[in-house]
């Protein structure tokens, strides 16, 4: 049984007095129940050691939304896995479309992060996932495959069962339209069929797969309640601490 695993991507948005108040909220809200489920929040960089300090000593991680390949060195302005690992964070998500599509990122660069992220002792949250027109044109699964295999390129069974994949397709992220439950599982199903490939059967089994895209409080549980969808990464409703709880809540109804 694998256990659900919901992430918060904040994105872009809030301040640091904001990002303090809706994580300690959270954490209120989160310790009143006994929840059998995994919860990381993604706050930006600069966000990062202040909700450390709010979350410590719960059971909230912390993740980030990006990192560079590299270990160190002249990258003005990225950030390091192990500045990261310094700053709490045990996740990182990795190839989200909007880095995709605004800052050029290739299936190559989504592999070399990856290795960074596992080389580091980071749990990367892997994204894939089509766009409209690539739905449309009947192009989901050699799209979602293509990129599957483009992030674990050269990587053993070991590394690949070290990470967490989000199914995200493009349409759905910020436009209120979700993808069906039955959607969601269709890819997510290919995608665990493709792992198995990859990685063998046990890697396939136990590998979590979120759904991620316009997932709010009304939708969740059906959408992890299919076979194949373990968790959700979620963007807007992450950012009020009472619907992220609601998503959280679901899941563990979902279970
Ligand atoms: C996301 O950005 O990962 C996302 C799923 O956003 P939203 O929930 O707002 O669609």
Not at 5 to 23: D, F, H, R, Y
Not at 147 to 162: C, K, N, S, T
Not at 238 to 244: I, T
Request: charged letters at 25%.
């Amino acid at each position: 049984m694998r256990r659900k695993i919901v992430a918060g991507n904040w994105k872009m948005n809030k301040t640091v007095p904001e990002a303090v108040e809706l994580s300690r909220r959270f954490r209120e809200l989160f310790e009143a129940d006994h929840l059998e489920v995994d919860v990381v929040l993604c706050p930006p960089f600069v966000h990062l050691v202040p909700v450390r300090e709010v979350i410590e000593g719960s059971r909230i991680a912390l993740g980030a939304q990006n990192l560079h390949w590299e270990e160190r060195g002249a990258f003005t302005g990225e950030i390091s896995a192990e500045m990261l690992l310094s700053s709490g964070c045990r996740f990182v998500i990795v190839g989200h479309s909007e880095r995709r599509q605004y800052f050029g990122e290739t299936d190559e660069v989504v592999n070399r992060k990856v290795r960074r992220a596992l080389m580091s002792g980071l749990t990367p949250i892997v994204c894939v996932g089509e766009t409209l027109d690539e739905r449309k044109a009947g192009r989901t699964e050699s799209v979602v495959e293509r990129q599957v295999r483009g992030a674990f390129a050269g990587m053993g069974r070991d590394e690949i069962a070290r990470t967490v994949i989000a199914y995200e397709p493009v349409w759905a992220i910020g436009t209120g339209v979700n993808a069906t439950p039955e959607q969601a599982q269709e890819v997510q199903r290919f995608i665990r069929q493709l792992i198995e490939e990859l990685a063998g059967r046990d890697v396939a089994a136990g590998l979590r797969i979120q759904y991620g895209g316009s997932v709010t409080p009304a939708n969740a549980r059906d959408l992890m309640s299919q076979p194949d969808v373990d968790g959700a990464l979620v963007g807007g409703a992450s950012l009020k601490a009472d619907s992220f709880y609601e998503i959280v809540r679901a899941a563990s109804l979902a279970s």
